[in-house]
């Protein structure tokens, strides 16, 4: 069984930064694109950044700039560091894969989220 789990959320004042980790577990053979998404309260799930297996990355323009997507290959493991935040950042943060558990099955799979609060 494959799971995604975010960590990193709080709250923090507009201006200040946040560092949100996700850490895919199970029996993963393969790890594709990676990506973050976000939800406000009201609003549809958006995409936020993506991060190619080979390190190619692409941001929705609203972050652009102030986020930085990342990954470490050896730990599963894909980040997002955002800094300049504000209060329109305020959403659950989710990460998600495309990762293969086999050499014939590859699926997109989701994080349960974390909660990003910025306010003063």
């Known amino acids: 069984q494959v799971q995604l789990v975010e960590s990193g959320g709080g709250l923090v004042q507009p201006g200040g930064s946040l560092r949100l980790s996700c850490q895919a577990s199970g029996s993963i053979f393969s790890i594709y694109h990676m990506r973050w998404y976000r939800q406000a309260p009201g609003k549809q799930r958006e995409w936020v950044a993506t991060?190619?297996?080979?390190?190619?990355?692409y941001y929705a323009d609203s972050v652009k700039g102030r986020f930085t997507i990342s990954r470490d290959n050896a730990k599963n493991t894909v980040n997002l560091q955002m800094n300049s935040l504000k209060p329109e950042d305020t959403a659950v943060y989710y990460c998600n894969a495309d990762l293969s558990i086999s050499t014939i099955t590859t699926n997109t799979y989701w994080g349960q989220g974390t909660q990003v609060t910025v306010s003063s």
């Open positions: 991060i190619t297996s080979g390190g190619n990355t």
